[in-house]
């Protein structure tokens, strides 16, 4: 019970503290990207996530880390933001991954 209740808080609070710090300081610190990590690994490790799917999710984030970090060179985002993505792409993983990256690009967006 005690994790099904941390997965189901531990994403949306850290979401959260990324955006309101976002919103008032313009800066994602980089511990909220290793704690968006960290906990997607511990939890997927504690709730028995097989290998080929902690692989998986592992794969979009590094596939959203290089198209964040793209977009980061180019001035488009920032460095920040683009931490942060990768680190969200590895709670969704590719299953996921599309709508997560289209409702972010429509509501983050300025």
């Known amino acids: 019970m005690i994790l099904d209740i941390a997965r189901l808080l531990l994403f949306p609070a850290l979401m959260a503290f990324a955006a309101a710090t976002d919103l008032f300081t313009m800066t994602i610190s980089n511990r909220l990207s290793v704690a968006l990590a960290a906990g997607f690994l511990t939890l997927a490790l504690m ?14 984030g590094a596939a959203v880390l290089v198209l964040a970090f793209g977009c980061f ?38």
């Open 47 to 60: 709730s028995g996530m097989g290998s080929y799917d902690i692989l998986a999710h592992l794969g979009a």
């Open 73 to 110: 060179a180019m001035g488009w985002i920032g460095g920040g933001d683009a931490k942060i993505a990768a680190g969200a792409a590895l709670w969704f993983g590719f299953g996921h991954l599309l709508d997560y990256l289209v409702y972010a690009s429509l509501f983050g967006g300025a």
